[in-house]
């Protein structure tokens, strides 16, 4: 703490410093014991019983995510599920995160001519910060790896600019160092030599010399110790990290696959970082479903997609040519935009979720930061007191969402627990679950994609303290929208076990999407109006229970007929 005070940068920010940990603290402290979900289980699964070294075949994971593994590793066998020690890990990872961006953010709108850089990088740091799309990284426990490759990715960019302004090499050692630990971190490091390539090869001014163009006497073309100092780099960096993955995954990328990752339909690309750009500047997680999706189809369409595309490759080729000729307010939007897109890079091609708040927030996380700098930069036209009310607005509905999503997150995990507690079966033979939460307003909660009806066995095993012995059947899931959703039940005379929900807004759901009409060796699902028909094909053993959620509580059904 003492050499951290003698740090003149900690030194000269520590009350930014501070109000982004009040801030942030205040808004997130009602989920601590939340975010022990989903994935999480699964984790847990590949550690039991794994020796550490396994970290460096990432416990079976199919990626390069040695880093990850090795911190999530030392967390579980620290932690366990004790949520404080994840919280104040995962809390801590996001402040450094913001107080890095206030950083990256005012060396951008001073390289490009603004004289008081202070105030607007604090206003777009802030507003990345109390961001409600950050929750998703910063709640759920699995998000470690997006909140610590955005950190080192930040700390790269920021020790790159610096040895362009000092020219000391230890700096760029540093920023490739960080970007080796950020490749083997996570798939976002992708982006990260676009990122620094933009910030050396565009003709930014440093502060207080607004006709020195920056990096010329390093970095600039036909410069040989661009190349040599950070482009070459790279691109080893990035050849050998692919190659890596051929070797040891079988194909050049790993995580979801060569089919995923390297599917580069332009369209769906073009109509991708639309959503993306349009998420962030108005807010439609939280729009009626229906313009919704009107906006998303919109954007989809093949006019729409490559129309913004083409604009999109006009305005960074204008902003190159032009770079020096424009406004300074002007040239710090275009660049961070162009930053922005860049960081979409790695996640441009996946699906941009829409339809559940809070799913796949995590993807934009380290893009935000570069939106929103551009925000408040284009912001720096309007007079004062409208462009300070524009930003005040915008903060107020940013906290107002964020509180939604940390009480949904803070709900989700009150009734996740609550049925955890109250499971009173684990000995039985068979546990046929027909029915239980699936999300809660799209926080998930049992939503399981594996197909192999663990979700909630391994949630009672590796959250809950039981070890459940029987075979589960998760018939059906539900989507809750208040903590007393819930459902009746009963078995006809026909045995035939009817289902109907208490309340309207719900739906029924399996593998992560809705469901409809299905059947197993096993049993028969048969939605019916409000609610739903369950028919077994083959009699259960002897012992087998029958459960269904109701609120927080589990309802058991009794079936005498074993014949």
Request: glycine content about 8%; hydrophobic content about 50%; some cysteine.
């Amino acid at each position: 703490m003492h050499s951290l005070w003698h740090n003149r940068i900690f030194r000269e920010n520590a009350l930014v410093l501070l109000a982004f940990s009040v801030s942030v603290h205040l808004l997130y402290g009602k989920t601590v014991q939340a975010g022990f979900v989903t994935d999480f289980t699964g984790l847990m699964e590949r550690l039991d019983g794994a020796p550490f070294r396994d970290f460096l075949h990432c416990f079976g994971f199919p990626a390069l995510h040695q880093v990850t593994n090795f911190f999530l590793f030392l967390f579980v066998k620290c932690f366990g599920t004790n949520g404080l020690p994840w919280y104040l890990v995962f809390t801590s990872l996001h402040i450094a995160n913001g107080f890095l961006g206030f950083l990256l953010a005012k060396k951008i709108f001073g390289k490009t001519g603004h004289d008081r850089p202070f105030a607007p990088a604090l206003a777009a740091s802030l507003l990345f910060l109390l961001s409600p799309y950050q929750a998703d990284a910063v709640v759920w426990k699995v998000c470690f790896n997006f909140l610590f490759c955005t950190l080192l990715m930040f700390g790269s960019l920021l020790f790159l600019l610096k040895y362009s302004e000092q020219n000391r090499r230890r700096h760029l050692w540093w920023s490739h160092g960080l970007f080796v630990v950020a490749l083997f971190t996570f798939e976002l490091a992708l982006a990260l030599p676009l990122l620094a390539w933009v910030l050396i090869f565009l003709p930014l001014t440093p502060e207080g010399e607004p006709h020195l163009p920056l990096l010329r006497r390093i970095f600039l073309r036909g410069s040989p110790s661009g190349v040599r100092g950070v482009i070459l780099p790279h691109v080893l960096l990035l050849a050998g990290y692919f190659l890596l993955n051929k070797l040891l995954l079988g194909g050049w990328v790993g995580h979801y696959g060569e089919g995923v990752h390297l599917n580069f339909d332009l369209r769906n690309l073009a109509a991708n970082c639309l959503k993306y750009f349009s998420k962030y500047l108005l807010f439609w997680r939280d729009w009626p479903h229906g313009w919704k999706e009107a906006l998303m189809q919109f954007f989809e369409k093949p006019a729409v997609a490559y129309g913004g595309l083409a604009l999109g490759v006009l305005a960074v080729v204008a902003t190159v040519v032009f770079f020096k000729k424009i406004q300074a307010r002007f040239r710090a939007a275009a660049l961070s935009w162009a930053l922005f897109f860049l960081a979409l890079a790695p996640v441009a091609n996946l699906y941009v979720a829409w339809i559940l708040q809070g799913e796949n927030d995590r993807y934009g996380y380290l893009a935000s930061l570069f939106f929103l700098i551009g925000l408040v930069a284009l912001l720096q036209f309007f007079p004062r007191w409208l462009r300070c009310g524009l930003l005040a607005a915008w903060l107020l509905v940013s906290v107002f969402l964020l509180q939604k999503m940390s009480v949904n997150w803070q709900q989700s995990a009150c009734i996740v627990n609550g049925l955890l507690r109250d499971f009173r079966w684990p000995d039985a033979p068979e546990v046929y679950v027909l029915a239980f939460p699936e999300n809660y307003n799209g926080v998930p909660m049992f939503k399981d994609f594996s197909r192999k009806n663990l979700a909630l066995k391994h949630a009672l095993r590796y959250v809950g303290g039981q070890k459940p012995v029987g075979d589960f059947y998760q018939i059906a899931q539900i989507n809750l929208t208040s903590p007393t959703d819930g459902l009746t039940a009963n078995l006809d005379s026909v045995g035939v076990f009817r289902l109907q929900f208490k309340q309207w807004g719900n739906w029924w759901w399996l593998h992560g999407i809705g469901t409809g009409d299905y059947q197993t060796e096993q049993y028969r699902f048969r939605t019916d109006g409000n609610g739903c028909r369950v028919e077994l094909k083959k009699p259960p053993k002897p012992g087998a229970v029958f459960i269904y959620s109701d609120g927080g509580r589990w309802r058991d059904l009794r079936f005498t007929n074993y014949d």
